[in-house]
């Protein structure tokens, strides 16, 4: 299997859709030109393909369509890690079920005896967050003790890793189970769902398959659910019809044996994916007032109001009671867009955890990750139409008769409506009216030249997928502006000298919030109370992104003057799941929540550009990280 910084290579690559030189991506990664080299030689052996195109003038890049229509299944028994050895074992401890001899396992993972027990010892240290799954040794031998459903979830868990960047090529996903045909299954469902006319988000349908995957490979191998002790009665509802017709399918196909446990699993999954009528009024009422502290919270902690959004609300309520049927049956679901969220959209996922705060209060129930970034989900679409607002000036030039410019027009209000308001129509450029109407951007259909700062985008006249996506840029560059002038204004002051940090190393991310948080204290900038938020916020969720950039701050306690503490490490830490040389501790006052929205849409542009990331970590004083940041 890849290494893991191998694995990040290509996810900087994809990202960036461009050539990155090697000492962009060294930089980044914190290694060497010839280590990228080397790994990028792995990579493609690996693949047994230039999955990554070298160039000596331009670098690296990766080559999109190999990369999408890639089916290489990765060979488990020779892992290059202790790691992935010990996610090799486990799977196999939960598939066979009995005792497996440790020296056969050592021949067949190519290890001694003496890293094998190494091994066991880190499979322990990873199942800590399994209390109910523990792993026995007795003599030579080796089992796993747990229940079929822990093992099921830890299964999954495994699974999720291991297709994580994949989750939307099913000929990947089906290659991990070699006794039966998934792509049989996923016709089933298929049927399934169409006998029934149902729909499910296709960001759930991944996992629906994943599920079935692990609940077929285990019911082949005769190992069954319990039954579920629940007080739903389910019978009545789609879901388990659905499911019922699933099961019975599955039954005659594969001849094997279906519990009604099994039946109920899989309709309580599906229930976490859509509201029906006969749900228990009480989590109606509990939900529907639940959203309306989320939405208040929002508000007055990150400025925008969801109110009258009745999508969202509705959409949050319906999601909620799913939540919460999901933990009064102890039924857990996955999202493998975690990542991905927290990397783009890190506003939203503080959202999210904001939110998932308010839950967890209400139930005194911790909500994981999964939970958190499912929520993030209907944040990130409210917020999507919360900030356009602000409709973009437009003028359109169309030098045709009046029922083609009308036709052309029509269709431009259509799909941009959200967005645009044309202020003005005509069939030739007059630079007087550009002014007058303070246009933000001119749509032509003809070649114009002119000497104004006017963004100016030329389409065709029968408007195509290619024109509209031209617009769509042109609409998000005036976005980036927008923000980019709103963020020089504020980060001028946010950013303090005294407050900037250069230093070696330290020991981990605790020492790092402990040293700035106390220079903060020191400076009368912040609390005691402060301090112990920040901390609070982190054992939430990491606030460290891909590309090695760290972003510690509270959750509720606000600071008592709002600033950017900066420190830049020489050699990196581990701070979650990634290496880290840059941290930001954010302290925001109370009455200048908006600075939230502005500083992580500048974050979500850095943390996705390795370049602009590289020339911030060779940045050695304050007015040159200023200059940097500003640009």
């Known amino acids: 299997m890849l290494k893991n910084r191998q694995q990040d290579i290509i996810e900087m690559l994809n990202d960036n859709n461009k050539w990155l030189t090697g000492k962009e991506i060294s930089s980044v990664l914190s290694v060497s030109d010839r280590t990228v080299r080397a790994d990028i030689a792995s990579i493609n052996l690996f693949y047994k393909c230039d999955l990554i195109i070298s160039s000596k003038r331009f670098g690296y890049k990766i080559d999109k369509l190999i990369h999408q229509n890639n089916n290489v299944v990765t060979n488990i028994n020779h892992s290059q890690s202790s790691y992935e050895r010990c996610v090799y074992i486990i799977k196999e401890l939960i598939i066979n079920g009995s005792e497996m001899s440790l020296l056969r396992l050592s021949e067949k993972i190519f290890i001694s005896e003496y890293s094998l027990d190494k091994d066991l010892k880190k499979i322990k240290n990873m199942l800590v967050d399994y209390p109910t799954i523990s792993i026995s040794k007795n003599k030579n031998y080796i089992k796993m003790i747990a229940s079929e459903k822990d093992k099921r979830t830890l299964y999954k868990n495994l699974l999720t890793e291991e297709i994580k960047g994949n989750f939307m090529n099913l000929d990947i996903i089906a290659n991990i189970w070699k006794d039966f045909s998934l792509i049989k299954v996923k016709n089933i469902l298929d049927n399934s769902f169409d006998k029934y006319e149902y729909k499910v988000d296709a960001m759930a349908y991944t ?44 039954r005659e196909t594969f001849n094997v044996d279906i519990v009604e446990a099994e039946i109920e699993l899989f309709a309580f999954l599906l229930l976490g994916k859509k509201s029906t009528d006969y749900r228990n009024n009480q989590f109606n009422e509990e939900s529907t007032i639940i959203v309306t502290k989320i939405i208040e919270n929002i508000k007055n902690s990150f400025l925008i109001d969801f109110s009258n959004d009745k999508i969202f609300i509705d959409g949050l309520t319906m999601h909620l009671i799913s939540l ?14 975690i990542s991905e969220i927290k990397k783009k959209y890190p506003l939203v996922f503080e959202m ?38 602000d409709k973009y000036r437009v003028i359109i030039i169309v030098p045709y008769n009046i029922l ?27 630079k007087n009216i550009v002014d007058k109407v303070s246009a933000d951007l001119i749509i032509t259909t003809v070649m114009l030249q002119h000497q104004i700062e006017t963004l100016t985008v030329h389409v065709n006249l029968f408007l195509n997928h290619e024109d509209e996506s031209m617009i769509f840029q042109a609409l ?35 020492e790092v919030i402990n040293f700035m948080c106390d220079k903060l204290l020191e400076a009368n900038l912040a609390s005691v109370e402060y301090k112990e938020d920040v901390f609070k916020r982190e054992k939430l969720s990491s606030t ?60 979500s542009d850095v943390v996705s550009d390795p370049n602009k990331l590289k020339k911030l970590l060779e940045i050695e004083n304050h007015s040159d990280f200023m200059k940097e940041i500003m640009s």
């Open 207 to 250: 996992m629906i398959i994943v599920h079935l995957g692990v609940s077929i490979e285990r019911i082949l191998k005769k190992n069954y659910i319990k039954k579920l002790e629940t007080s739903i009665k389910l019978t009545k509802s789609i879901e388990y019809k659905i499911s019922s017709y699933f099961y019975n399918e599955i």
């Open 324 to 337: 919460l049927e999901r933990k009064k049956n102890n039924i857990s679901i996955t999202n493998l867009y």
């Open 352 to 389: 999210a955890i904001k939110t998932g705060e308010i839950i967890s209060t209400n139930y005194e129930d911790k909500l994981d990750e999964n939970e958190v970034s499912f929520l993030a989900l209907h944040l990130g679409a409210a917020y999507e139409r919360a900030i356009i607002v």
């Open 404 to 430: 083609l410019a009308n036709q052309f027009i029509e269709k431009i209000s259509d799909i941009f409506k959200e967005r645009i308001v044309i202020v003005n129509n005509d069939s030739f450029f007059e």
């Open 476 to 510: 998000n560059y005036l976005d980036k502006q927008r923000n980019k002038d709103e963020f020089n204004i504020l980060i001028n002051s946010l950013v303090k000298k005294e407050l900037f940090y250069i230093k070696d190393g330290m020991e981990d991310c605790d």
């Open 544 to 603: 460290s992104f891909n590309y090695g950039i760290a972003v510690p701050h509270s959750i509720e306690v606000m600071a008592n003057d709002s600033c950017i503490s900066t420190l830049i490490l020489k050699k990196p830490l581990k701070w979650g799941d990634y290496e880290v040389r840059i941290i930001l501790l954010l302290s925001i006052k109370k009455t200048e929540n908006k600075l939230l929205s502005v500083f992580f849409n500048w974050l």
